[in-house]
């Protein structure tokens, strides 16, 4: 597995605005990546992503925005934990069903 550097959040802000600030300066935002990611110690790809991400969370390029994201990820997390919920109750609705029909059975 390859060896994850994790950025802190400031780190990640700074980089993204340099890229901003310079992108003027190079031909393309490839080259403004590639070059300030080796100044920060990252892949290049990284750090587009990083760009791209900025970009949609300021409604500069479309797609679905951080918050937006960590919100959808938290209700796919509480829809799995209701189904769960569910089949227990299913489950447990079943067993005194019958076990009701096996007392009046007897």
Known sequence: MANQTKFSPEVRERAVR?????????????ATVSSIAAKIGCTPTTL???VKRA???VGARPGVS???RERIRQ???EVKELRRAN???KLASAFFAQAELDR???
């Open 18 to 30: 340099m890229v901003q600030e310079c992108r003027s300066e190079y031909p393309s935002l490839w």
């Open 48 to 50: 587009l992503e990083w």
């Open 55 to 57: 970009e949609i969370d």
């Open 66 to 68: 951080s918050d937006e």
């Open 75 to 77: 209700l796919e997390r």
């Open 87 to 89: 089949e227990i109750l």
């Open 104 to 106: 009046k059975l007897r």
